[in-house]
């Protein structure tokens, strides 16, 4: 399984792979770093992939399951804990936010009744 904890990892040719890299400082800014070989039509293609991929809840449950699997691994148990506990309380909270917007609209819009 893919362990990203390493302090070295392999390198590799990645001159034609298209890259999204997230960066969250010390601030909680959040910077995104956009790597693409070219500009061309192939490119346009792998970074929409990307975006569309890492946008799903099967990457972001993926990715929870790698971090999971590589904390008990390493016997990490309470880093696990405290790791789950940050990921339920965010989610909960993009749920409740989502929520939120979605109550302000009416099942049935106005202009439909009219129809």
Known sequence: MFNFFK???EIKDVS????IIFTLG?????SINIEIPE???ESMSRLA???STISSNACEMQTIEMIKQTLLQDKEDELLYEFLLYVTTLSELKRQDGDKNN???PCISPSDMLK
């Open 26 to 30: 010390d601030s909680k800014d959040v």
């Open 103 to 105: 109550s302000k609209k």
């Open 7 to 9: 302090k070295k990892p």
């Open 39 to 41: 500009y061309n039509s």
């Open 16 to 19: 034609s792979e298209a890259k």
């Open 49 to 51: 992939s990307l975006i």
